[in-house]
């Protein structure tokens, strides 16, 4: 079983910056690939973006990719979304994910992932 935190949401300006962090614990992390999901009122729960075990591997979705970057540290069982440029369509419930099948690669599926977070929201004004 794996707990997995997320913290850091809140309220921004368009074009401005966060950092969300995810925490996650009771396992080795090192053994999962990690993924940012989020949902927006009324809508489908969408990939963000996702790392591999290694760290080697990473991917984004075309709306965020250029403008939000993932990250972990082993070290610590965190992983990271450095979000910038926000826009006000950005606004949603941020998820952190975990997935353990030790395939090679990401998965941008949300059922590829057993181990989900609370979430945390974040708002972008206009």
């Known amino acids: 079983q794996v707990h997995v935190v997320e913290s850091g949401g809140g309220l921004v300006q368009a074009g401005g910056s966060l950092r969300l962090s995810c925490a996650a614990s009771?396992?080795?992390?090192?053994?999962?690939?990690m993924g940012w999901f989020r949902q927006a009122p009324g809508k489908e729960r969408e990939f963000v973006a996702a790392?591999?075990?290694?760290?080697?591997?990473?991917d984004y979705s075309d709306s965020v990719k250029g403008r939000f970057t993932i990250s972990r540290d082993n070290a610590k069982n965190m992983v990271y979304l450095q979000m910038n440029s926000l826009k006000p369509e950005d606004t949603a419930v941020y998820y952190c994910?975990?997935?353990?099948?030790?395939?090679?690669?990401?998965?941008?599926?949300?059922?590829?992932?057993?181990?989900w977070g609370q979430g945390t929201q974040v708002t972008v004004s206009s």
């Open positions: 994910a975990a997935e353990s099948s030790r395939r090679i690669g990401v998965r941008r599926g949300q059922y590829d992932y057993e181990y």
């Open positions: 009771g396992r080795p992390f090192s053994t999962y690939a």
């Open positions: 790392i591999s075990r290694s760290e080697i591997t990473t």
